[in-house]
């Protein structure tokens, strides 16, 4: 980029965020634009603002971090959000990354790998903490029955492109844009996906494009 790149904060914990931004403007090509304090500041902030990347908590009031993570992308979708919590349970673990959270990070995570995780979003290039993506693989590799039908044939034309599409990684806005249809009918065709298919998430989904070899 040209420019440094653009970063909001997102934490109710004032010290966390003075913390953060003191670090992060230390940093070669950062620049934090801006601190919200909740959710809806964070929206807010977003919306005027129009980050690059925004660091997010997830234990917030009066809307966590998986409300605000799905209102933001709903608004500014080339957004990137990387989580950044002292949390890994599923509760909070699986609806934020099926919010459209781009990067999964915990506290205990060092300065320089939150930066670079920064400049990695930026490229369009994920970062998931190592503990978290061991626990995303575990759930993964628990044993399900198997169909008794190729359940992809249930599925549209357009569905298909759309879960070949999901299996390669693209973002909704990627689909859309490569699809010449709307974000809306992307997150329609996908729910629709996730009936046929008896899957609970984006990723299950493509694991199931790719095991049943309908993935590009």
Known sequence: MDRPISVLLVDDHEMVRIGLAA???????????GEASNGYDGIRMATSYR???????????????????????????????????????????????????????????????????????????????AQVAA???????????????????????????VLKSVARGLSNQEIADELFIGVKTVKFHITNIFNKLDVEDRTQAAIYAHKHGVAE
Do not use: W
């Not at 670090?23 to 634009?33: F, K, P, Q, S």
């Not at 917030?60 to 349970?89: A, N, W, Y």
């Not at 993964?140 to 549209?156: F, I, N, V, Y």
């Open 135 to 161: 626990k995303m693989m575990n759930r993964l590799r628990q044993p399900k029955s198997e169909p008794k039908q190729q359940l992809h044939d249930l599925l549209t034309e357009r569905e298909m492109d």
């Open 23 to 33: 670090v992060l403007d230390t940093e070669d090509g950062i620049e934090v634009v």
């Open 51 to 129: 980050p690059d990347v925004i660091l997010m908590d997830l234990v917030m009031e009066p809307i966590d971090g998986v409300e605000t993570t799905r209102q933001i992308l709903e608004v500014h979708p080339d957004c990137k959000v990387i989580v950044l919590t002292s949390f890994i349970d599923d509760s909070k673990l699986y609806p934020v990354i099926e919010a459209g959270a781009f990067s999964y990070l915990l506290k205990t995570s060092r300065a320089t790998e939150i930066a670079d995780a920064i400049r990695a979003a930026a490229r369009g290039q994920s970062v998931i903490e």
